[in-house]
C-alpha cells in the first residue's frame, strides 16, 4: 500500500465564485487507475467530489480530464505510470466546468453538430436496407477508419492551442469528424461543410502542433485529419475531385441473405 | 440545454508557454509564432531603414555606421536565428499542411503511431541543419568585426 | 472560399520568400564566401555598390516581388493570431482591415524607394 496525494481542482458553478484546490490522500495499490483513486476519495473522504464516468475501460469517453498537466482517461491512467507522488487533477481545459472535474462539454458538441456529422446523399439517395447497398472497398474503408474510432472525450479539445485562445475555433473532435464523412466514399456532403471548413475559427488556424493527436487515447489522430482535409479544400479548390461517390449496387442486395447466415448456424449447432 | 457560465476555464496564452507538458511539435509551433513576429517586425523596421538611403548618401552612411554598434548585431544575430529557424520549420510546415508528410490515415493500434511518427525523421533532419546554420552564423559574427 | 485562397497564398508566397529571401541572405550577407567565388569587390552594403544593384532591373523587380511576398505572408501570420484574440465579427473586420492598410503602407513605402533609387535619383 502506498500514499498518493490527489490535488484537485474544486469549483462548483452553482456555489463557488472561484476554483479552489484541494488535496487528498490516497491509499493505492498496483493495477490501481486514476479513476479508483477518485472512487476512494468519494467513498471514504469527501462525498461532494463530482466527475463523470461510465465504461471504466476507455469507450465512453467520459471520464477525460487534465491528469498531471496532461488531458487524458481517467479510467485509462494507471497511477503507478505516473511515478508522482502528487497528482494534479482538473476538468479539462477550454471547457467551463460544471462542478469540480466535470466539463460542459456542450460547446464541443455544438460544433459536432454544425459539422453536419452524418452520411449525406446528393439526392437522398441513400439505399433502404435490403434493396441495394453502397459498395465500399477496404481501400476505401481505410480512407476514414482510423477517424472513425473518436470517442468524443474532448482531450484533444484541452490539448489545443488553437482553442485555448479562440473559443469560437471549432476544433480537432468536430473538425476530425468533418473529415471523417468527408472522405467517406458513400457521402457527398463535401460542399455542404465547405463553408464550415474554409470560414474563419477554422481548418485555417491549425498549424500543425499536434498536441490533438499526442494526447488522443484512441490514436485517432486529429492533427493528421485536419491537413488531409487541407489537401481536400486545396483539390476542390482547383477542381479536382479525388474520388466518385460510390454507386448503389443493386446486385448485392440479390444475395439470398439465408444461405450466408446457413453455415453460421450449423457451426453453432456443433458445438 | 441551459448553458454553463462562470469558470470558462480556458488557459490562453498560457498553453503556449508552460501549460502541460507539449510534445516536441507543441514548442515547435510556439517558435515559429514568436520567430513569426519577430521577423514582421524586423521587416517593418528595416523598409524605413533602408528607405533612408532616398536621403542621400550621408545619411545612409551615417544609419549604417549605427547597425554595427555590439547591441544592433547582436539583435541582428537574433533575426538571422528567427529567419533560418522560421524557414526550415516551415518548409516543414508546407509539406505537412498540404497533406503531404503526414502519411495516409492508419489502423489505430496501441501503440499508436500517427502522423507525428512520420513527419519526425523531417522534422529531425530540418532542426539539425537549423541548427549547424545557426552555429555558424554565430561564428561568422564573432570573427568578423562588423 | 476566402479563407482557404488567403491560406494557399500566404503557403505560395512563403514558396517564394525562400526562394529570393536565401538570394537575399547570400548576397548581403554571405560576402565573404561569394567574395572568394566570385571575385567581386567591396562590402554589399557600400554606397557604390549599392547604387549597382538598384541600377539593375532584375534587382529591383525581385525586391519589389520579395516585399510583397514578405508582407502578405507576415500579415497573414499577424491577423491569424490576433484573430484567436479577438474573435468577434466585428473585430475580424478591424483586424483585417488594418492588417491591410499596415500592409499596402510599408509595400507601397519600399517599392517607392526600391523603384525610385538609382544611380541617377539622387
Ligand atoms: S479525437 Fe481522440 S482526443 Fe479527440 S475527442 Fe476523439 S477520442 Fe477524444
Ligand atoms: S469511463 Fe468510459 S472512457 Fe473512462
Not at chain 1, 434493396?131 to 481505410?142: A, D, G, I
Not at chain 1, 491549425?206 to 498536441?211: F, I, K, N, S, V
Not at chain 2, 531603414?49 to 555590439?70: V, Y
Not at chain 3, 548581403?28 to 552594403?45: E, I, K, W
Request: aromatic share 10%; net charge positive.
Amino acid at each position: 500500500m502506498n500514499q498518493i496525494k490527489f490535488k484537485i481542482r474544486r469549483y462548483s458553478s452553482a456555489t463557488d465564485t472561484a476554483p479552489y484546490w484541494q488535496t487528498f490522500s490516497v491509499e493505492t495499490e498496483p493495477g490501481m487507475t486514476v479513476l479508483q483513486g477518485l472512487q476512494q476519495i468519494r467513498e471514504r473522504l469527501d462525498a461532494t467530489l463530482a466527475w463523470r464516468h461510465s465504461c471504466r475501460m476507455g469507450v465512453c469517453g467520459s471520464c477525460a480530464m487534465i491528469i498531471n498537466s496532461e488531458p487524458q482517461l481517467a479510467c485509462n491512467t494507471q497511477i503507478q505510470n505516473l511515478s508522482a507522488q502528487m497528482i494534479t487533477l482538473e476538468a479539462l481545459w477550454n471547457f467551463p466546468v460544471a462542478k469540480d472535474l466535470v466539463p460542459d462539454l456542450m460547446p464541443m458538441f455544438e460544433k459536432h453538430r454544425d459539422i453536419a456529422p452524418y452520411l449525406i446523399r446528393d439526392g437522398g439517395d441513400l439505399p433502404k436496407p435490403g434493396e441495394s447497398e453502397l459498395r465500399q472497398s477496404p481501400e476505401e474503408l481505410n480512407e476514414f477508419l482510423q477517424f472513425s474510432s473518436c470517442i468524443k472525450c474532448g482531450a484533444c479539445m484541452a490539448a489545443c492551442p488553437t482553442l485555448a485562445n479562440d473559443p469560437h475555433f471549432l476544433g480537432p473532435m468536430p473538425l476530425t469528424a468533418t473529415h471523417r464523412y468527408n472522405s467517406d466514399s458513400r457521402d457527398t456532403g463535401f460542399s455542404k461543410r465547405k463553408e464550415k471548413m474554409d470560414g474563419h475559427h477554422s481548418i485555417a488556424h491549425c498549424h500543425y502542433a499536434a498536441e490533438c493527436t499526442r494526447v488522443c487515447p484512441k490514436g485517432v489522430d486529429p492533427a493528421r485529419a485536419i491537413q488531409l482535409m487541407k489537401r481536400d479544400l486545396v483539390l476542390d479548390l482547383f477542381h479536382f475531385s479525388r474520388r466518385s461517390p460510390a454507386q448503389p449496387c443493386d446486385t448485392c442486395a440479390t444475395v439470398d441473405h439465408d444461405s450466408l447466415k446457413a453455415p453460421v448456424f450449423t457451426a453453432r449447432e456443433k458445438n | 440545454m441551459k448553458q454553463i457560465t462562470g469558470n470558462s476555464n480556458r488557459i490562453g496564452i498560457w498553453r503556449w508557454l508552460m501549460g502541460g507538458r507539449h510534445g516536441f511539435e507543441g514548442y515547435l509551433y510556439v517558435l515559429h509564432r514568436i520567430s513569426g513576429v519577430a521577423l514582421l517586425l524586423f521587416l517593418s523596421m528595416h523598409v524605413f531603414f533602408t528607405g533612408s538611403r532616398l536621403l542621400g548618401q550621408e545619411t545612409w552612411e551615417r544609419l549604417m555606421s549605427m547597425t554595427r554598434g555590439p547591441v544592433f548585431v547582436f539583435l541582428e544575430y537574433l533575426v538571422y536565428c528567427a529567419f533560418i529557424f522560421h524557414a526550415f520549420n516551415g518548409v516543414r510546415l508546407i509539406l505537412i499542411e498540404l497533406g503531404i508528410a503526414v502519411g495516409r490515415p492508419d489502423h489505430p493500434v496501441f501503440p499508436y503511431r500517427g502522423s507525428i511518427h512520420k513527419q519526425r525523421p523531417l522534422m529531425i533532419v530540418l532542426m539539425i541543419v537549423t541548427g549547424i546554420l545557426i552555429a555558424l552564423g554565430g561564428f561568422d559574427l564573432l570573427r568578423f568585426p562588423h | 472560399m476566402r479563407e482557404t485562397i488567403y491560406w494557399l497564398l500566404n503557403i505560395v508566397c512563403a514558396v517564394v520568400i525562400l526562394v529570393l529571401l536565401g538570394l537575399h541572405m547570400g548576397i548581403m550577407h554571405l560576402d565573404g564566401v561569394l567574395a572568394a567565388l566570385l571575385n567581386t569587390s567591396g562590402h554589399p552594403l557600400a554606397w557604390e555598390n549599392m547604387l549597382e544593384r538598384a541600377g539593375s532591373g532584375f534587382f529591383k523587380s525581385t525586391y519589389v516581388l520579395l516585399l510583397a511576398t514578405a508582407l502578405f505572408h507576415g500579415f497573414y501570420g499577424l491577423r491569424t493570431m490576433l484573430l484567436e484574440y479577438w474573435s468577434s465579427p466585428r473585430a475580424e473586420h478591424i483586424v483585417t482591415v488594418m492588417c491591410w492598410a499596415a500592409g499596402l503602407t510599408l509595400f507601397f513605402t519600399g517599392a517607392y524607394v526600391t523603384i525610385s533609387f538609382g544611380p541617377g535619383a539622387v
